[in-house]
């Protein structure tokens, strides 16, 4: 059989022998691709984007797909704070074999299709320097816009998604628990806690201290030594754990429309993966993405819509929510990491929330060298935060600098 190929010349090797191969394994008898470099403004700094789209006849007619790649940078990388070889490592884990996984735990229970946890695409050309995934957004999917408060019809699909995300963990460590302690025990948090990594976080806060004023600033200089209670968060084994998403932003959940509704969410990005608090997900994902008149109207019924999903998934499982996650200890986990949800706000926000001209690209600048400006919208989120952490007793009402215990890390 023969193959008549036309690829353009400007795009790497290895990604060009990728394209032939699928374009073979998809039964393209002639073709032709479009390839394109994506530099979208905030939504990747771990390698270079590349959208595909395949053209062609097939031995039963035409045929199109499209697809998406993530590659390691072909330079240098200015980051010090965490692996590239590790980070693609477990997200290459994540589609190509967990998610299979998932897939089997969840067909044998007969869970109904539409209750599913699913992963996009991952074609088997993906490997440690590059993964290739479906593209979705050509299927009608869509990011949230990072600048942008959730909506509640959005936040819903996303918690119900991640409390499934959840329980399949525990349900792979009741199923096959060695195959649990050997794959997923041992995913500690990615991010290393050196040098590099304590002037990022020095840098956001002063960068947020400077841009707030009265009571706000006197508020957050209270806490100015909390790097070390970042670090005992993300590595707390005193209390539940499961595999996290470790990434659970807005803008890594990809949402269809129906009638102008939500309809269904596929989250993406499983480089940070890693078995913690799940708890810390859900803070990450809320004062990430959320403002306080939206907390104040919605934040305890997405509490209870997270546990409540994660019952009814495991009842699928014949598996007692009360013997792996009940709500005592949910609601607790929740208040005694609740500061985490001041630390995402701080340390991330700058970065999310960044102007265009300022988003980060670690390509070409150290994270411990990296500026940024707070802007407006840094501004009032914070400013909404402090004001939600004063109603919750975590500030006091005051402006005194004793509003939470020191931590001695920077």
Same mark, same amino acid.
């Given at each position: 059989m023969s193959y008549i190929i036309d690829i353009p010349n400007t795009i790497r090797d290895h990604l060009k022998e990728h394209i032939e191969n699928i374009a073979k394994s998809e039964g393209f008898l002639k073709y032709k691709c479009d390839v394109q470099k994506k530099y979208k403004n905030g939504t990747n700094f771990l390698g270079e984007i590349t959208e595909v789209e395949i053209i062609g006849e097939t031995i039963i007619g035409a045929k199109e797909i499209h697809i998406f790649v993530k590659t390691k940078p072909s330079v240098g990388s200015n980051i010090k704070l965490l692996s590239i070889n590790d980070v693609y490592s477990r997200e290459l884990y994540a589609y190509k074999e967990l998610s299979e996984t998932y897939k089997q735990l969840q067909e044998e229970a007969n869970v109904p299709y539409e209750e599913r946890y699913t992963f996009i695409k991952c074609y088997e050309e993906s490997n440690i320097d590059t993964i290739i995934l479906e593209d979705i957004a050509k299927l009608g999917y869509e990011n949230w816009n990072r600048l942008e408060i959730i909506s509640i019809d959005f936040a819903h699909k996303c918690i119900k998604q991640l409390a499934k995300f959840h329980a399949l963990s525990f349900v792979l460590e009741k199923e096959k628990l060695d195959y649990f302690n050997c794959n997923i025990k041992l995913l500690k948090y990615p991010f290393i806690f050196n040098d590099e990594y304590v002037a990022f976080l020095k840098n956001m806060y002063e960068t947020c201290i400077n841009h707030l004023e009265g009571e706000y600033r006197a508020k957050l200089e209270s806490v100015r030594d909390i790097c070390e209670k970042?670090?005992? *968060? !993300?590595?707390?084994?005193?209390?539940?754990?499961? @595999?996290?998403?470790?990434?659970?932003?807005?803008?890594?959940?990809?949402?269809?429309?129906?009638?102008?509704?939500?309809?269904? !969410? $596929?989250?993406?990005?499983?480089?940070?993966?890693?078995?913690?608090?799940?708890?810390?997900? $859900? @803070?990450?994902?809320?004062?990430?993405?959320?403002?306080?008149?939206?907390?104040?109207?919605?934040?305890?019924?997405?509490?209870?819509?997270?546990?409540?999903?994660?019952?009814?998934?495991?009842?699928?499982?014949?598996?007692?929510?009360?013997?792996?996650?009940?709500?005592?200890?949910?609601?607790?986990?929740?208040?005694?990491?609740?500061? *985490?949800?001041?630390?995402?706000? !701080?340390w991330y926000l700058p970065v999310n929330l960044a102007d265009s001209d300022e988003v980060l690209d670690l390509n070409k600048t150290s994270l411990a060298e990296a500026s940024f400006s707070a802007n407006e919208r840094v501004k009032a989120r914070l400013e909404d935060i402090i004001d939600d952490f004063t109603v919750w007793g975590v500030f006091k009402t005051d402006t005194t600098t004793d509003a939470l215990p020191d931590t001695k890390c920077m």
């Amino acid at each position: 059989m023969s193959y008549i190929i036309d690829i353009p010349n400007t795009i790497r090797d290895h990604l060009k022998e990728h394209i032939e191969n699928i374009a073979k394994s998809e039964g393209f008898l002639k073709y032709k691709c479009d390839v394109q470099k994506k530099y979208k403004n905030g939504t990747n700094f771990l390698g270079e984007i590349t959208e595909v789209e395949i053209i062609g006849e097939t031995i039963i007619g035409a045929k199109e797909i499209h697809i998406f790649v993530k590659t390691k940078p072909s330079v240098g990388s200015n980051i010090k704070l965490l692996s590239i070889n590790d980070v693609y490592s477990r997200e290459l884990y994540a589609y190509k074999e967990l998610s299979e996984t998932y897939k089997q735990l969840q067909e044998e229970a007969n869970v109904p299709y539409e209750e599913r946890y699913t992963f996009i695409k991952c074609y088997e050309e993906s490997n440690i320097d590059t993964i290739i995934l479906e593209d979705i957004a050509k299927l009608g999917y869509e990011n949230w816009n990072r600048l942008e408060i959730i909506s509640i019809d959005f936040a819903h699909k996303c918690i119900k998604q991640l409390a499934k995300f959840h329980a399949l963990s525990f349900v792979l460590e009741k199923e096959k628990l060695d195959y649990f302690n050997c794959n997923i025990k041992l995913l500690k948090y990615p991010f290393i806690f050196n040098d590099e990594y304590v002037a990022f976080l020095k840098n956001m806060y002063e960068t947020c201290i400077n841009h707030l004023e009265g009571e706000y600033r006197a508020k957050l200089e209270s806490v100015r030594d909390i790097c070390e209670k970042y670090y005992q *968060f !993300v590595n707390n084994s005193s209390v539940i754990r499961c @595999l996290c998403h470790g990434d659970y932003r807005a803008m890594n959940i990809m949402m269809k429309y129906n009638n102008g509704e939500p309809s269904d !969410v $596929i989250p993406l990005d499983y480089q940070f993966i890693f078995y913690g608090s799940p708890v810390i997900d $859900i @803070l990450y994902f809320i004062f990430g993405s959320t403002d306080s008149n939206f907390r104040r109207e919605h934040l305890e019924n997405l509490k209870k819509l997270y546990h409540e999903t994660m019952e009814e998934f495991l009842d699928y499982f014949k598996m007692d929510i009360n013997l792996y996650f009940p709500r005592k200890e949910f609601d607790k986990s929740y208040e005694e990491s609740l500061e *985490f949800g001041l630390m995402v706000a !701080v340390w991330y926000l700058p970065v999310n929330l960044a102007d265009s001209d300022e988003v980060l690209d670690l390509n070409k600048t150290s994270l411990a060298e990296a500026s940024f400006s707070a802007n407006e919208r840094v501004k009032a989120r914070l400013e909404d935060i402090i004001d939600d952490f004063t109603v919750w007793g975590v500030f006091k009402t005051d402006t005194t600098t004793d509003a939470l215990p020191d931590t001695k890390c920077m």
